[in-house]
Each structure stands twice: as C-alpha cells, then as structure tokens.
C-alpha cells in the first residue's frame, strides 16, 4: 500500500492545531477554518482544513435533510456516518498521511 506523507517538519509545526480541530470539529462543524488562519503555509494544515470543510457541507445537507419530514431517517443516517468520517478524519491527521475522506475526500476547494 503506497500512502503519501506530508513533510514531517510541517507535521510536527502545525500537528496540535490540525488535531484540535479535526476532534473538536466532529462536535462544532464550524471550526473547520482554524487551520487557515493558524498555519497560512502548511500544505498539511491547507489539506485537513479542506476535509473538515467538506465533513462541515454535508453536515449542513444532513441537517437540511432531518428538517424534511418525509426523509428525515435518511438526515440522521447520514449524520451518523459524517460522524464515522470525522473520527477517520481525525486519526488521519494524526498519522500524518495525505489520505481523504470516504467518497467525498477527493474533493479539493482549498487549494
């Protein structure tokens, strides 16, 4: 299995703020930007604010969904699997591999 690492350098520098906000973003979605601001430079910290962005968009379709009565289960059944893709998220971050999240992790908007 051929995983790709991001510099362990940049790792070690922005590892606690990266960690801090993939756990407390499982709780509060709307952290997602703490890295942006707090490591401007860091390919690392660039990658996992983009993926707690992406957990944060669907945890708002999730939220969207539990309002419709019709499909609310489906709302809760995909919160409960955004909230299994924030733990892999976390436990990522904290391996240091370039590595996404399921299905949607592909997906690049910060760049």
């Known amino acids: ?3 790709e690492y991001f510099e362990q ?8 703020i990266v960690m801090l ?7 509060i979605p709307i952290i997602f930007f703490l890295p942006l601001v707090a490591c ?5 910290g660039k990658y996992y604010a983009n993926q707690c962005f992406l957990l944060f968009i669907c945890d708002v379709a999730a ?3 539990t309002r419709i009565r019709i499909i609310s289960y489906a709302g809760w059944l ?3 699997v955004l ?3 924030g733990i892999l998220n976390a436990v990522n971050a904290n391996s240091g591999a370039r590595k996404g999240i399921p299905l949607i992790g592909s997906i690049e908007i910060f760049k």
């Open 9 to 16: 350098s940049d790792v070690e520098q922005n590892k606690t």
């Open 40 to 44: 401007k430079d860091s390919a690392y």
């Open 63 to 65: 939220g969207i969904l």
């Open 21 to 27: 906000t993939c756990v407390i973003e499982i709780i």
């Open 1 to 3: 299995m051929n995983e």
């Open 83 to 85: 909230l299994i893709f």
């Open 78 to 80: 995909i919160g409960v």
